[in-house]
């Protein structure tokens, strides 16, 4: 009963839903079923966004809907008892299954396009160090969703693996082999989400450019508007502290100093309605790769405006132009860096309408 009357769609109420809709499911009691399998629904309207992205981190996805654990196999084929009448404006279950006839697949597709090459997830505001995609999930989502790049992306997983994840043996395809590798990390933005992706290498693996321009409403973001990571060969060159989970000194990580973007006057950028779009999104031209996005996250800025553009020049060679435009401020704008070392140098042969100052 507990379980049943917490309707909240979070990381934590997902576990209650699950708990009461498996008893449901095994002793025939439809009404614990349908309480579950509607707020497995309300997860995709509230919690995740329409590109398939989680409205928070990847972290607090992955637990929200990892919490449904089991639905994907307990609900492929479930008909309501044939004693079960709806009530007014509910449907009735017959033959559903969860993977096919909801939007499961792509919050899956989604995951898969913003990781590194290990698998492991950028840290991107309450995101946790070391977060990688779920093993176990790798031979279902091969069997159950038979497209190419599910395949590719298994497989070339597996490859990499020395010692390969076989959990599902039961659920594999006899005819199942995996691809050879040729799996390809692609460019992407997310519509909804608003955060850029840019790689570079054959298969995008040698390095990872990150834009983040998410409206960031409370919940698990940080004040960081604009901010981006870069990483290349495997090394972290523009890096985010990430999330101290509850500690007392999880303000510090959260703060827009502690992120790469501009700070106005020392302060933080507000944590509601800072908007954030994507105006230029460019991959597909020989040598160069375009990104640029602008947001609202102070009160005394008009124009707080980044653009990325990724130059190769040779092969495996490549740099960044980071054009950021912003005004406001009485005291002071400050383009702010923080690396996991001091091997850098500075052109500090600049001007700028208010002071500022470089601070290694």
Request: proline share 4%; glycine share 8%; aromatic share 14%.
């Amino acid at each position: 009963l507990l379980g049943y009357f917490d309707k909240k769609i979070n990381n934590k109420s997902t576990l209650n839903m699950k708990g009461c809709t498996i008893v449901g499911l095994v002793v025939g009691n439809a009404k614990l079923v349908r309480f579950g399998l509607d707020g497995y629904n309300k997860v995709f309207d509230e919690f995740f966004l329409k590109d398939g992205s989680t409205s928070q981190s990847v972290t607090y996805g992955l637990k929200t809907l990892l919490g449904f654990d089991g639905f994907h196999l307990a609900f492929r084929n479930y008909s309501d008892p044939p004693y079960y009448v709806p009530q007014p404006g509910e449907v009735q279950y017959k033959n559903f299954n969860i993977n096919k006839d909801t939007d499961y697949e792509s919050l899956w597709h989604s995951l898969i396009w913003c990781m590194y090459y290990n698998t492991s997830y950028p840290i991107i505001g309450d995101q946790s160090h070391g977060q990688t995609f779920p093993k176990e999930y790798y031979e279902f989502l091969a069997n159950e969703f038979k497209h190419d790049y599910i395949q590719e992306f298994v497989g070339s997983i597996q490859n990499k693996q020395t010692n390969p994840n076989n959990n599902a043996l039961f659920l594999r395809d006899i005819d199942y082999v995996p691809f050879d590798g040729n799996w390809t990390l692609p460019d992407m933005v997310y519509p909804y989400l608003q955060q850029g992706f840019i790689r570079t290498g054959e298969n995008g693996e040698n390095s990872l450019l990150v834009l983040d321009a998410s409206p960031g409403d409370g919940g698990h973001h940080h004040y960081d508007s604009l901010n981006i990571i870069y990483t290349k060969f495997g090394n972290e060159l523009l890096n985010d502290l990430g999330y101290l989970n509850d500690h007392p000194n999880k303000s510090k990580t959260m703060a827009t100093v502690a992120h790469n973007t501009v700070l106005i006057d020392g302060a933080d950028q507000k944590d509601r309605e800072r908007g954030g779009e994507f105006h230029i999104f460019e991959t597909m031209l020989k040598d160069t790769k375009v990104m640029q996005a602008s947001s609202k996250p102070y009160e005394s800025t008009s124009v707080y405006h980044r653009t990325l553009v990724q130059i190769e020049h040779d092969k495996d060679e490549n740099y960044i132009v980071d054009i950021f435009r912003s005004n406001g401020g009485t005291k002071r704008r400050e383009l702010v860096f923080h690396g996991p070392n001091n091997n850098y140098s500075m052109n500090n042969k600049l001007t700028f309408d208010i002071p500022y100052e470089i601070i290694p």
